[in-house]
T-cell receptor
Framework: QKEVEQDPGPLSVPEGAIVSLNCTYS??????FMWYRQYSRKGPELLMY????GNKEDGRFTAQVDKSSKYISLFIRDSQPSDSATYLC??????????FGSGTRLQVQP | KAGVTQTPRYLIKTRGQQVTLSCSPI?????VSWYQQTPGQGLQFLFE???????NKGNFPGRFSGRQFSNSRSEMNVSTLELGDSALYLC???????????FGPGTRLLVL
């Protein structure tokens, strides 16, 4: 079993929809949680970074961390075609050795 | 502020050869991490350097090595290349005071 599980999708939604992306993990030592967006043939781009359980909002993006359930989520409001990309969750124990989910491919239809 | 830069962007090698990839971190970032991304295995951690010292290492064979220079620039070397080493190699940098890592565009290596 992988330390971080993420549904690979693809996930197809209409423009303007709310998108929910999720990851579960098994390692209780993970303390830092990140979401990256990766366009085809590009490096991952940091979207959100959270340390503690709870919610963090930045523009159209909201990250949720539930350490008791070992579950993290990323919500995208008012999704745009430009949001079409692969979304990767990543976690770290503090060693700067990120463990990534497999990525969810998102397609936002105009 | 300039982002993480990696050179070269594309590389084609044959089995048995060796390759060196270069990474320049964001100015002021002293921690540099390397990752391998393949369709089958996804993104996997290779190693992390700080102040010219390797602090952490992932589960990769000894053919994969790296180093960091006094200006925080880092190089990664893969010796005796195998077909399975074909991948996107990503470098990420971070400040010492945060775990947030910023990635470069990657070097796409094809081993024939």
């Amino acid at each position: 079993q992988k330390e971080v599980e993420q549904d690979p999708g693809p996930l197809s939604v209409p423009e303007g929809a709310i998108v929910s992306l999720n990851c579960t993990y098994s390692n209780s030592a993970f303390q830092y949680f990140m979401w990256y967006r990766q366009y085809s043939r590009k490096g991952p781009e940091l979207l959100m970074y959270t340390y503690s359980s709870g919610n963090k909002e930045d523009g159209r993006f909201t990250a949720q961390v539930d350490k008791s359930s070992k579950y993290i989520s990323l919500f995208i409001r008012d999704s745009q075609p430009s949001d079409s990309a692969t979304y990767l969750c990543a976690m770290d124990t503090g060693r700067r050795a990120l463990t990534f989910g497999s990525g969810t491919r998102l397609q936002v239809q105009p | 502020k300039a982002g993480v830069t990696q050179t070269p962007r594309y590389l084609i090698k044959t089995r048995g050869q060796q390759v060196t990839l270069s990474c320049s971190p964001i100015s002021g970032h002293r921690s540099v991490s390397w990752y391998q991304q393949t369709p089958g295995q996804g993104l996997q951690f290779l190693f992390e350097y700080f102040s010219e010292t390797q602090r952490n290492k992932g589960n990769f064979p000894g053919r994969f090595s790296g180093r960091q220079f006094s200006n925080s620039r880092s190089e990664m070397n893969v010796s005796t290349l195998e077909l399975g080493d074909s991948a996107l190699y990503l470098c990420a940098s971070s400040l010492e005071t945060t775990e947030t890592q910023y990635f470069g565009p990657g070097t796409r290596l094809l081993v024939l």
